[in-house]
């Protein structure tokens, strides 16, 4: 066990917010990345926490990003947010849209927030789950880079191409997932590589499209989506609804725009909310208690719902105060304020 | 090879809609099942094409049905059009609703038909397809019987749960997916008993919760999602969109309300759609071309599109005017009609 320091809440966001600042994001984009990275910290997501802070110095140090880039929000009087990141870090952009998402999704029924021009590292659950926390399904979908391969392919097109759905519970935390369409996470890979491990099957091929359990190999052909060809439709289905759908780059065409390695990719992102009540006409609370008696039938055969380990973690950090990040990681942020 | 008869594509829907006639649908409803039926045969989609006028037959056999149920649409003005089927099957319904998804799609951005209070036996991807002829993109979901364990579980509570996608090529058939997100169709299993052979692993429990290769074991346990803890997730979201979402029952509450063995399952159905023309700002052709590069990326290194098969068998059958069906179900369609 790595030796851990202990960060209280207050000081993850003091941390994260100065790195940011001293890479030269303004205040307003510092604050809306030291809040996505405080929540992740709080759930122990190690890999979206201030981790990721590495990917936020290295990208402004590539030069392509504007860190002081004002999202613009389209005038709309359909049921869709356009928010322009004009360049700048999503998270903004995402934070300037979502009270009129809201507000539209209780208008229409159903709306979606659509970020364009943006760089994009972060977790899709805490989006969906604010979307949850107004008392709306929230989905989420963004492309990455061209690294998975479709089914029966040989080469990599698609991206890792996540999709997050979150769903509202009276009194309780959300019924939420966030997954990857790729077998394995790149990090994944990474770990194995750095362990000296083998794969397991199926989760990648080499550059001449061969089936490989070689993590270099892997690294240098393409990853497999999750699923066979069934997920591999999905991340498609990905593709063109983060991407072609709301005039944003697929994940090859991201790829291609990308900055040096370590950098956060460049890609749109789609956000769709559902309003239960105009949905159900108005019902919802039956409706509730229809859907809870659904995950009690899950949880009462010893299934668990996705995100409980989040939420168990998230309830104990609140209640102690603080968190715990490797003594390494910690170390190493400190580079990133000199 | 099973003996084969050829039927003109007239032959298929007039022997369609006597059978329904025949059984004791209305003029309205018999036209459309028949239609809904005549395209899969097209498509060699031969497990829901003609085969399921036996299942049409024996949900009126069962009472519960209303084969001359007039669906009715709320009015709306919202992008949600909810169409109650009054106890009727789908299909008249989604004909009854389709036009005004259609017309609020493009007002809103967005839209959803939301369809209660119905027997559904059909295929999905009829009615996405239907919408990428309208130039949007669909997307639609329903629940079925709680056949299948979430991951981790021991025990039926999802359905087979499919989940169908289609997206508007210019002047080319649509992108289409429609798959079950259970790892195998009931039918397989079934086929898999006939034929004495073991399943493949990790696709069925049995009735204790062990992994099962048994197909009859399979049947009285239950089947397993495809793609592990995500296709459990992504099966749990279908039950919640389909289901609590728009007011009707889950699978577990569908098959406590099931007719007996061989009868169309009884829930809500929910298919959403999406204008491209309006979440691109107005530049859709552009992105047209960004997503036939997608496609083209794909194909060129040898992988195949979903539906491709369907889309072949489509053009030959059109091309030769006529269908194929095996005798036997030929035979055994007249009993249908005594």
């Known amino acids: 066990m790595e030796p851990k320091t202990k960060l209280t809440l207050d000081q993850v966001r003091g941390l994260a917010t100065d790195v940011l600042t001293h890479s030269g994001y303004d205040a307003a984009h510092a604050g809306a990345i030291a809040g996505m990275l405080h929540r992740c910290q709080l759930d122990d997501c190690q890999s979206h926490g201030l981790f990721r802070l590495f990917m936020c110095a290295a990208t402004m140090r590539d030069g392509k990003i504007d860190g002081a880039a004002a999202p613009r929000i389209a005038p709309s009087d359909t049921a869709i947010v356009r928010a322009d990141a004009r360049g700048g870090m999503s998270l903004l952009a995402v934070q300037a849209g979502m009270p009129l998402l809201i507000e539209k999704a209780r208008v229409h029924g159903m709306a979606a927030l659509t970020v364009n021009n943006c760089f994009?590292?972060?977790?899709?659950?805490?989006?969906?789950?604010?979307?949850?926390?107004?008392?709306?399904a929230g989905l989420s979908m963004v492309p990455s880079h061209a690294w998975v391969a479709p089914a029966g392919g040989r080469r990599g097109t698609l991206g890792t191409n996540p999709l997050a759905f979150s769903w509202p519970r009276q009194g309780k935390t959300p019924f939420t997932f966030d997954f990857a369409t790729s077998g394995f996470a790149r990090g994944e890979i990474e770990l194995y590589k750095r362990a000296g491990k083998q794969l397991p099957e199926g989760v990648a091929i080499d550059r001449d499209g061969n089936p490989t359990r070689d993590p270099q190999a892997a690294l240098d052909g393409a990853m497999l989506t999750f699923g066979g060809h069934k997920g591999s439709a999905l991340s498609i289905m990905i593709e063109l609804m983060a991407g072609p759908l709301i005039d944003d780059l697929t994940s090859k065409e991201s790829q291609a725009a990308a900055?040096?390695?370590?950098?956060?990719?460049?890609?749109?992102?789609?956000?769709?909310?559902?309003?239960?009540?105009?949905?159900?006409?108005?019902?919802?609370?039956?409706?509730?208690?229809?859907?809870?008696?659904?995950?009690?039938?899950?949880?009462?055969?010893?299934?668990?719902?996705?995100?409980?380990?989040?939420?168990?973690?998230?309830?104990?950090?609140?209640?102690?105060?603080?968190?715990?990040?490797?003594?390494?990681?910690?170390?190493?942020?400190?580079?990133?304020l000199e």
Do not use: C, M
Request: cysteine-free; charged content about 25%; hydrophobic content about 40%.
């Open 259 to 336: 900055g040096a390695d370590g950098t956060a990719p460049y890609h749109g992102q789609i956000i769709l909310a559902f309003d239960p009540d105009q949905f159900s006409g108005g019902k919802a609370d039956a409706n509730d208690a229809r859907a809870e008696r659904l995950f009690a039938d899950i949880v009462d055969q010893g299934a668990r719902l996705p995100s409980q380990r989040r939420y168990a973690a998230r309830a104990r950090n609140l209640a102690r105060g603080y968190v715990e990040i490797s003594e390494g990681l910690h170390r190493d942020l400190q580079t990133l």
């Open 120 to 136: 994009h590292f972060s977790a899709l659950w805490p989006e969906v789950e604010d979307l949850a926390g107004a008392g709306l």
